[in-house]
C-alpha cells in the first residue's frame, strides 16, 4: 500500500495573510495544507521555517512562501501575482507554479523577487527595478533559503502585488488595494494546491 502524498507547508509572515490562506483553504476542503505564520521580518521568518521542518509532521513537506509583495516593474497593478524565478527554488518548479497560477485568470510575472528588510518606497523602488527585480518584500528570500538550508526539496514562492509606484501604500486608495490583494491571495489557494498535487515527488 503507497504513501500518501508528502504535506504542503505554505508559509507567510502576517496575520492577515494567514487569515486569507486559511479562508482559502476552507473553501477547497484542503486538510493537506498547513498555514504557517512567521512575523515579519527577514530573522523571524528563517527562524520560523527552521523549527516548523524540524517537525516530523512536516517531514519532506514543499514549502511555498507567498503573501503580499510590492510590485516593481512597469505595468504591474495591484492584485497582479509575482512567482519567484531567481536561483532559490528550480526553474521547473517556478514554471509548473506559474501555469497553476496563471490558470485562476489572474496577471502572474515571473522573475527575481529582491528582499528588504524595510518597506521599499521611491528610489529604491526604482533602484531595485534597475538592479533586475520585478517585485520586493521582506521575508521570501529568508524563508526559501532557510528552507533549502533544511533539506526541503520542492520550495517556491507566490506573492500577490498590493502596491506599486503609482499606487504606493502611503497613497488614498491602500484600503482599496489591500482589499483586492487579499481576495485574490485567498483565491489562490486551489492553484497552490494544484502545484503540489501535479509537482510531487514519488515516493522509493
Do not use: N, Y
Request: with cysteine.
Amino acid at each position: 500500500m503507497g504513501r500518501t502524498q508528502p504535506p504542503l507547508l505554505v508559509v507567510c509572515a502576517l496575520r492577515i495573510e494567514r487569515f486569507a490562506l486559511r479562508r482559502g483553504a476552507a473553501r477547497s476542503s484542503a486538510e493537506e495544507v498547513t498555514v504557517l505564520r512567521t512575523g515579519m521580518g527577514p530573522k523571524a521568518a528563517d527562524r520560523a521555517v527552521r523549527a516548523a521542518l524540524h517537525d516530523p509532521h512536516h517531514a519532506d513537506a514543499a514549502v511555498l512562501t507567498t503573501g503580499f509583495c510590492a510590485g516593481l516593474a512597469p505595468g504591474m497593478r495591484p492584485g497582479d501575482v509575482v512567482v519567484a524565478d531567481d536561483g532559490h527554488e528550480s526553474q521547473a518548479l517556478a514554471a509548473a507554479l506559474k501555469t497553476a497560477l496563471a490558470d485562476t485568470g489572474h496577471t502572474v510575472h515571473t522573475g527575481t523577487l529582491a528582499e528588504s528588510d524595510h518597506v521599499v518606497r521611491g528610489a529604491e523602488r526604482t533602484a531595485l527595478a534597475a538592479a533586475g527585480a520585478i517585485a520586493v518584500d521582506m521575508e521570501s528570500a529568508a524563508m526559501r533559503r532557510a528552507a533549502l538550508a533544511e533539506g526541503a526539496h520542492r520550495v517556491a514562492a507566490a506573492r500577490v502585488v498590493v502596491d506599486t509606484p503609482e499606487f504606493e501604500l502611503v497613497r488614498v486608495g491602500t484600503l482599496r488595494t489591500g482589499i483586492l490583494a487579499f481576495r485574490v491571495l485567498r483565491d489562490l489557494v486551489p492553484a497552490f494546491l494544484e502545484w503540489h498535487r501535479t509537482t510531487a515527488l514519488p515516493w522509493r
